[in-house]
């Protein structure tokens, strides 16, 4: 278990430092991720991308801007499910502010596979600008 904690930790300290690389330079993929901007939906699914073939397993909220104000929004993430059917991501919908997020800060779906299709609802009006790094 020691081991464990401290691959995880060296992980959460390598993660940090991509994201501060992904800030200084936009549009750079983090430790081998892929970052999508997309629309969001309302309760429902808006724009769609595919989880890339990444070191990233997750589906990570990097960036959001509440178009209908400057606070922010909930977000939730969606994928398809094997039988092609929208499915809500376990976190359900999380509040995020306008702005840039760490990695692993905000987690909207955990270990997605690769190929899936993804979305991202807002919970109080839809038409936001999301970057899902993946
Ligand atoms: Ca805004
Ligand atoms: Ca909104």
Same mark, same amino acid.
């Given at each position: 278990m020691r081991f464990a904690n401290k691959a995880l930790s060296t #992980?959460? $300290?390598a993660g940090i430092a991509a994201a501060t690389l992904l800030t200084a330079a936009p549009g750079a *993929? &983090? $430790?081998g991720c892929a970052t999508s901007g997309l629309w969001t939906g309302y309760l429902s699914p808006g724009q769609t991308a595919y989880k890339a073939n990444s070191?990233?397993?997750?589906l990570n909220l990097t960036y959001s801007d509440d178009k *209908?104000? &400057?606070n922010g929004d909930d977000y939730a993430g969606f994928y398809r499910? &094997?039988?092609?059917? !929208?499915t809500i991501g376990s976190r359900g919908y999380v509040y995020a502010g306008d702005g840039y997020h760490g #990695?692993?800060?905000i987690v909207l779906v955990s270990n997605l596979s690769n190929g899936r299709e993804f979305s991202v609802a *807002?919970? !109080?009006d839809g038409g936001d600008w999301v970057e899902i790094t993946h």
């Open positions: #992980l959460a $300290a *993929s &983090a $430790a070191g990233c397993r997750d *209908s104000g &400057a499910d &094997a039988y092609g059917y !929208w #990695l692993d800060e *807002s919970k !109080w």
